[in-house]
């Protein structure tokens, strides 16, 4: 084996003694060259006559790419490691600075001093005169937390304790009572609805409107710190009536408090009865305004079947107006709320009503619906049987005209045929009233199906609303201030 360079490249080679003076290959640089002939041949060397085998060292370029890629490889680890930390300590900073921004200053020792400008040596003067920041502009900029601006204290209203409503004494007894007790200073004006009775410094007046004269009948005042309330004698019944539907408005600075001269009574509420349609609320309690001042609430709707309401808001009924309940689960089923009076007592009507797609309407008590019910289920199943049988009815009509026809030709006697004919003729007319009816029925396929869906659904939905019990309140409005009157629960 000989040991050269390539002439062109300078790599070293390895080549068989039998290519001296042939052209080979570098690997190096792919040039071809003469492989030169040396004087000194080893002994018993065997001529070769294959072609030249050439065995290349290493090429130093070969190993100048793979240490390129090595170096590439440690280079980018290094970068990343020196980004990598970079990164993270910017955040570290960071968090401490907002760690340190967030905790305010206890005092002016305790603040660090604003760090001087960084200055450009290039686009500034060599020299700059900084003038560090007094001690005043510090104090200005620091907090202290003692100084800090502290949330104002709610100013509690002095009627926070007094009561929403009072029950009056009998106007048998004229001792006087506390309406509000630690009330001083505090002004007040009486309210009502009754145009007979009037207040005029603390004394509150009756006046009958066919008459001049004006009786007092209670008084209202001051008494140290309490608002007292005082009957005198001779009250009349519609006065006293006047008085408890009243309302007290007190001031005291910019708290207002509204005092209702009664307490409401508490009833039951009133349970949905399908049984029987209309049923009556009476609104009957002692001293009773006129019918025309009472509105009523529903209390608990959510415990009805979804629905939307139609005409006046459930929320304020008042006398002679009417709201509609219309159910969302069954269409055409309503609950009708009126408010009317029966002489001086106001009374509230809830009706149940439904109505069918072929404009069927009827009220929706028990009785009623399930008789409405078994009537549509039978005229549905029939016109399913009717479906079912028309076919077999036109054959048979086939064949009793054909029997009919073929009698004539009968060997039978004259009164034989004649009986023949009769019979088949009365089978004919009754097969062609059935085929009638049923075809009748078919045809009215589509509304018997609607009518027989919908009290269906009126049937399930009667189901949820019997026996529902309905909360309620009679109320009036004073001055703009509704007063309970009776409350059902």
Same mark, same amino acid.
């Given at each position: 084996?000989?040991?050269?360079?390539?002439?062109?490249?300078?790599?070293?080679?390895?080549? !068989?003694?039998?290519?001296?003076?042939? @052209?080979?290959?570098?690997?190096?640089?792919?040039?071809?060259?003469?492989?030169?002939?040396?004087? +000194?041949?080893?002994?018993?060397?065997?001529?070769?006559?294959? !072609?030249?085998?050439?065995?290349?060292?290493?090429?130093?370029?070969?190993?100048?790419?793979?240490?390129?890629?090595?170096?590439?490889?440690?280079?980018?680890?290094?970068?990343?490691?020196?980004?990598?930390?970079?990164?993270?300590?910017?955040?570290?900073?960071?968090?401490?600075?907002?760690?340190?921004?967030?905790?305010?200053?206890?005092?002016?020792?305790?603040?660090?001093?604003?760090?001087?400008?960084?200055? $450009?040596?290039?686009?500034?003067?060599?020299?700059?005169?900084?003038?560090?920041?007094?001690?005043?502009?510090? /104090?200005?900029?620091?907090?202290?937390?003692?100084?800090?601006?502290?949330?104002? *204290?709610?100013?509690?209203?002095?009627?926070?304790?007094?009561? !929403?409503?009072?029950?009056?004494?009998?106007?048998?007894?004229?001792?006087?009572?506390?309406?509000?007790?630690?009330?001083?200073?505090?002004?007040?004006?009486? =309210?009502? $609805?009754?145009?007979?009775?009037?207040?005029?410094?603390?004394?509150?007046?009756?006046?009958?409107? %066919?008459?001049?004269?004006? $009786?007092?009948?209670?008084?209202?005042?001051? %008494?140290?710190? /309490?608002?007292?309330?005082?009957?005198?004698?001779?009250?009349?019944?519609?006065?006293?009536?006047?008085?408890? $539907?009243?309302?007290?408005?007190?001031?005291?600075?910019?708290?207002? =408090?509204?005092?209702?001269?009664?307490?409401? %009574?508490?009833?039951? &509420?009133?349970?949905? %009865?399908?049984?029987?349609?209309?049923?009556?609320?009476?609104?009957?309690?002692?001293?009773?305004?006129?019918?025309?001042?009472?509105?009523?609430?529903?209390?608990?709707? /959510?415990?009805?079947?979804?629905?939307?309401?139609? &005409?006046?808001?459930?929320?304020?009924?008042?006398?002679?107006?009417?709201? *509609?309940?219309?159910?969302?689960? +069954?269409? &055409?089923?309503?609950?009708?709320?009126?408010?009317?009076?029966? &002489?001086?007592?106001?009374?509230?009507?809830?009706?149940?009503?439904?109505?069918?797609?072929?404009?069927?309407? =009827?009220?929706?008590?028990?009785?009623?619906?399930?008789?409405?019910?078994?009537?549509? *289920? @039978?005229?549905?199943? *029939?016109?399913?049987?009717?479906?079912?049988?028309?076919?077999?009815?036109?054959?048979?009509?086939?064949?009793?005209?054909?029997?009919?026809?073929?009698?004539?030709?009968?060997?039978?006697?004259?009164?034989?045929?004649?009986? !023949?004919?009769?019979?088949?003729?009365?089978?004919?007319? @009754?097969?062609?009233?059935?085929?009638?009816?049923?075809?009748?029925?078919?045809?009215?396929?589509? @509304?018997?199906? +609607? /009518?027989?869906?919908?009290?269906?659904?009126?049937?399930?939905?009667?189901?949820?609303?019997?026996?529902?019990?309905?909360?309620?309140?009679?109320?009036?409005?004073?001055?703009? =201030?509704?007063?309970?009157?009776?409350?059902?629960?």
């Amino acid at each position: 084996m000989l040991s050269i360079l390539c002439p062109h490249c300078g790599a070293k080679l390895t080549v !068989q003694r039998q290519s001296q003076g042939q @052209a080979v290959t570098c690997l190096g640089c792919a040039q071809k060259f003469a492989v030169p002939v040396v004087d +000194a041949i080893e002994r018993n060397t065997e001529v070769n006559t294959e !072609q030249p085998v050439i065995v290349a060292a290493k090429s130093p370029v070969v190993r100048r790419r793979r240490r390129s890629v090595g170096n590439r490889m440690i280079s980018l680890l290094l970068h990343l490691s020196i980004t990598g930390t970079t990164v993270y300590a910017g955040y570290y900073l960071l968090r401490q600075h907002r760690a340190d921004s967030r905790q305010p200053p206890t005092s002016v020792a305790s603040r660090s001093a604003p760090a001087p400008p960084v200055i $450009n040596k290039l686009d500034e003067p060599a020299s700059v005169a900084l003038t560090p920041p007094s001690v005043e502009t510090i /104090d200005s900029l620091v907090t202290q937390p003692d100084e800090a601006a502290a949330e104002p *204290t709610p100013v509690v209203s002095p009627f926070e304790s007094a009561p !929403q409503t009072v029950t009056l004494p009998s106007t048998e007894s004229q001792a006087p009572i506390p309406l509000v007790v630690g009330a001083a200073g505090a002004s007040f004006n009486f =309210h009502s $609805n009754s145009p007979e009775l009037a207040c005029e410094a603390g004394n509150l007046l009756w006046k009958n409107l %066919d008459s001049t004269v004006s $009786n007092k009948i209670a008084v209202i005042k001051p %008494d140290g710190d /309490d608002l007292e309330f005082r009957w005198l004698s001779s009250v009349p019944a519609a006065a006293e009536t006047a008085v408890r $539907n009243a309302i007290v408005r007190l001031q005291l600075g910019e708290y207002q =408090h509204v005092l209702c001269l009664r307490e409401p %009574d508490a009833v039951t &509420g009133i349970q949905i %009865d399908l049984a029987k349609s209309p049923q009556r609320i009476f609104s009957k309690f002692a001293h009773l305004p006129q019918p025309t001042d009472i509105c009523l609430e529903l209390l608990n709707l /959510d415990k009805l079947p979804p629905a939307t309401v139609d &005409g006046v808001d459930l929320t304020q009924l008042r006398y002679q107006e009417q709201s *509609t309940l219309r159910y969302l689960e +069954a269409p &055409g089923t309503v609950t009708q709320v009126r408010l009317s009076k029966r &002489g001086k007592v106001a009374v509230v009507e809830l009706e149940n009503r439904y109505s069918l797609p072929s404009g069927d309407e =009827h009220p929706m008590t028990i009785v009623r619906g399930n008789s409405k019910l078994k009537e549509l *289920t @039978a005229i549905y199943e *029939t016109m399913q049987a009717a479906e079912k049988a028309i076919g077999s009815l036109r054959d048979q009509l086939k064949r009793l005209q054909r029997e009919a026809k073929a009698v004539p030709r009968s060997r039978a006697t004259a009164t034989a045929k004649a009986i !023949q004919l009769q019979r088949l003729r009365q089978s004919i007319s @009754a097969t062609q009233q059935k085929i009638g009816y049923a075809e009748r029925l078919i045809s009215q396929k589509q @509304a018997i199906v +609607a /009518d027989y869906q919908a009290i269906q659904q009126v049937a399930k939905l009667a189901q949820q609303l019997h026996e529902t019990r309905l909360a309620y309140r009679f109320f009036t409005v004073v001055d703009g =201030h509704q007063v309970d009157l009776l409350i059902a629960n």
